[in-house]
Nanobody
Framework: GVQLVESGGGSVQVGGSLRLSCAAS????????MGWFRQAPGKEREGVAVIDSGGESTYADSVKGRFTISKDNANEGVYLQMNSLKPEDTAMYYC???????????????????WGQGTQVTVSS
């Protein structure tokens, strides 16, 4: 299987920036998707940003223009650069991955197989 380990979370003030990293061990063959999801207390988990093996990315409307997802082809890692952070971005952030045969129609809503343990992001005003 694939193991995912997140890092880079922390506490930041409104308007600040953080960069999350997700290191993957184990190889995914063929087409794959990797992304970031978040869950705030009392809320459902939501998709934030996903990138596929071809480099195509998808973002939630709430983070467009502020967050950027990227990947490292050498080690299948994925990163999330978060700028202009808001209090509503406060959540536990999880990295997820999936190997697929075809193209996902809704990559932010797909039930991914592999998940990391999460890293906390707290934005204070």
């Amino acid at each position: 299987g694939v193991q995912l380990v997140e890092s880079g979370g922390g506490s930041v003030q409104v308007g600040g920036s953080l960069r999350l990293s997700c290191a993957a061990s184990g190889h995914m063959y063929g087409r794959y998707y990797m992304g970031w999801f978040r869950q705030a207390p009392g809320k459902e988990r939501e998709g934030v940003a996903v990138i596929d093996s071809g480099g195509e990315s998808t973002y939630a409307d709430s983070v467009k223009g502020r967050f950027t997802i990227s990947k490292d082809n050498a080690n299948e890692g994925v990163y999330l650069q978060m700028n202009s952070l808001k209090p509503e971005d406060t959540a536990m952030y999880y990295c997820a991955a999936e190997a697929t045969v075809g193209r996902l129609l809704s990559p932010l809503e797909y039930p991914y197989t592999y998940w990391g343990q999460g890293t906390q992001v707290t934005v204070s005003s």
